[in-house]
């Protein structure tokens, strides 16, 4: 149940806790979605790796390669089948404002817990604080759902912590960010912000940092919650527990541990091929990646035997037998 709009920042602050993971959409060679694969993968997120949350269509997803009835079919697929188990924030992002709004009524109608909506591109502007001001009021006007902003540079610009501040305090359901900037801006924000918005980022490696030095218990969201991580070998959730428990110390052996696996899957990730060598690792891991979708480029035989040594180096076990490619 989805609370009020007066307690959106209050709940938000008991629910998005712990590691949210940016999960891929796997796709069949035909171009179908895997739905039962994709079913099988966010069971295994919620109950074998002791996943939080899940953000569901982003980038990492492949949305801009979906259309409007496949994107609502895989928010409806993540809430029936992760039923409550998890958190779930649906990436309702598009240059179409319509779409954004449709997207969001449709998270809100089947139970998601949230929604993420991140910074358009805005062609010939240089100034964009009162466009980006009008454009997130008139999304939090159309729904109760909560929301949470995202800023990258695919944007083509960075949302300032100043304006990431304002934007919080005009919406009541704007309740966290996941701000993909330098680590300087993020800390800023993080400041300024104080209990009235969440700031997150994606990256792993700063994760145990931000914990111990900024006072972070939200990891939103990349691929490594599940990409460095089996039932067998939890080392991400392992890290983070101890973090929030105060042992830093202890917490910061387990992540360095980490290292050659961080390597592995670094070292053979073609520069434009980041979804499909995510999906071989994942092959790896025996979950299912599956294949991606044209206009994106799949592995050539070379590269994926690259991906497949890396993994056997890297001391990472797999969760279960790897499924065919």
Known sequence: MLPLRHDAKAWAKTAMRGIWAAVLTPFRADGSIDEAGFRQNLAHYAEELGIDGVFVGGKQG???SLSMVERKRLF???VEAIGGRMGTIMSCSDQNLDCVIELARHAQAIGASAIVVHAPVLHFLKAQDETLSNYYRLITSKVDIP???????????????????RLAEENETVVAIKYSVP???????SKL?????IVSTASEEEWLDNIAELGWRLYLCSNPPFLFQSAKDRRMRDYTD??????????????QSLEPVRHAFKSTRPAEKPHAHAKAWMDCLGQTGGHVRSPLLALTALERQAVERAFA???LQS?????AA
């Open 76 to 78: 409806s697929i993540a």
């Open 193 to 197: 912000a104080g209990s009235d918005l």
């Open 313 to 315: 180096a890297s001391g």
């Open 319 to 323: 969760s279960r037998p790897a499924t």
């Open 147 to 165: 929301v949470a902003l995202w800023s990258h540079p695919d944007s083509g610009y960075l949302m300032s912590p100043e304006l990431c501040v």
């Open 242 to 255: 101890l973090a929030f428990a105060g042992d830093i110390a202890a917490a910061r052996q387990v992540s």
């Open 62 to 64: 492949e949305f801009f």
């Open 183 to 189: 680590r300087d801006m993020y800390q800023r924000l």
